[in-house]
């Protein structure tokens, strides 16, 4: 009964931002996808602002969290890491440079060689972690936030 209440507490006064709440979160950050079902509009500037913080990302050409444009393909010779999650992942609340991701990029010295990704989406779950395994890209390591 008490594991009851606490989630009708958190339902009610602090919800938890998923997909059927985007639209009214930021819509011109977010568009339909036919797989994923919602994805980050590339090149979109997405500015998030709640009574804790208020911070503005960067979306690249391929919809990822990014201030930079990157190709699906790599480069000879290039690694590829990408995050996989969600708001967590994303960096909700962060500047661009302070999401994990970017944080293990700093921590491999920039190092041109390790490309690092941040497929991070606001509100997604493990269901769309299958989904993003259906379309694979030529990626070596996958970290799951």
Not at 20 to 31: E, G, I, S, T, V
Not at 107 to 134: M, P, R, T
Request: glycine share 6%.
């Amino acid at each position: 009964m008490g594991l009851m209440l606490i989630e009708l507490y958190f339902r009610t006064f602090a919800p938890q931002l998923t997909y059927d709440r985007l639209p009214q979160h930021k819509a011109n950050c977010f568009q339909s996808h036919p797989i994923y079902f919602v994805e980050h509009k590339p090149h979109a500037t997405c500015r998030f602002i709640t009574p804790e913080f208020d911070t503005s990302v960067r979306i690249n050409n391929l919809g990822f969290n990014a201030p930079t444009d990157t190709t699906v393909e790599k480069k000879q010779g290039q690694k590829r890491i990408i995050f996989i999650g969600d708001s967590f992942t994303f960096g909700e609340g962060v500047a661009q440079d302070q999401n994990y991701p970017a944080v293990v990029k700093q921590l491999l010295n920039n190092d041109k060689a390790i490309e690092v990704i941040n497929a991070g989406i606001i509100g997604v779950g493990i269901d769309w972690y299958y989904l993003f395994f259906k379309e694979p890209e030529k990626i070596e390591v996958v970290l799951p936030g």
